[in-house]
């Protein structure tokens, strides 16, 4: 997508092993590899300690875990969330007082598909330009400014947001 910003996409990128998605999306927001699969899978034995199945993370204990656990470790690190009602159009000014987005979209990949899985995609802005780290990616790629991640976001119908608003994180 041409954008008109003049920074390209860098920064920490973490890419995806398993279904571990919410994780690296997760890291790519906080820029390092703070999370493992073992701190989210404690917070989903806190949230229900069952012993044979668990309702916030994969079946197989692969990963694939809710917005519950990713509110909680969020919330662990002091950032201010907003869950944007779908009903409406996400907007430049939405964009422009958040500090980076959590966009839940449907699974792509071939289980994914098959199980009906989600996937988590970390989207950070810099300077007014906003970059997807999504951990399918080989690198960060530029989207643009916040009306061209607008539009973006807006694109995918059955698309959840979650809007950020730090001190999570230092720039």
């Excluded at 390209?8 to 999306?25: D, I, N, T, W, Y």
């Excluded at 987005?101 to 007014?128: F, Q």
């Excluded at 694109?155 to 994180?169: A, N, Q, R, Y």
Aim: aromatic residues 10%; proline residues 3%.
């Amino acid at each position: 997508m041409s954008s008109s910003c003049l920074l390209p996409a860098s920064g920490f990128h973490e890419r995806q092993k398993l279904a571990m998605c919410a994780v690296h999306a997760i890291n790519n927001i906080v820029q390092s590899s703070k999370y493992s699969k073992t701190d989210f899978d404690s917070i989903c034995e806190q949230l229900s300690p069952l012993i044979w199945f668990n309702p916030h993370r994969s079946a197989f204990s692969i990963g694939n875990y809710d917005v519950n656990v990713v509110l909680l470790v969020l919330q662990a690190e002091n950032c201010s969330v907003l869950w944007h009602d779908r009903r409406g159009l996400v907007t430049t000014h939405d964009l422009d007082i958040h500090d980076a987005i959590l966009w839940n979209v449907r699974s792509e990949t071939w289980l994914g598909r098959i199980a009906g899985w989600r996937h988590w995609i970390a989207l950070r802005v810099r300077d007014g330009c906003w970059t997807n780290y999504d951990s399918l990616f080989t690198e960060p790629q530029d989207i643009g400014n916040s009306k061209q991640c607008a539009a973006l976001l807006n694109s995918e119908k059955d698309g959840h947001v979650l809007l950020i608003h730090f001190p999570c994180t230092e720039d």
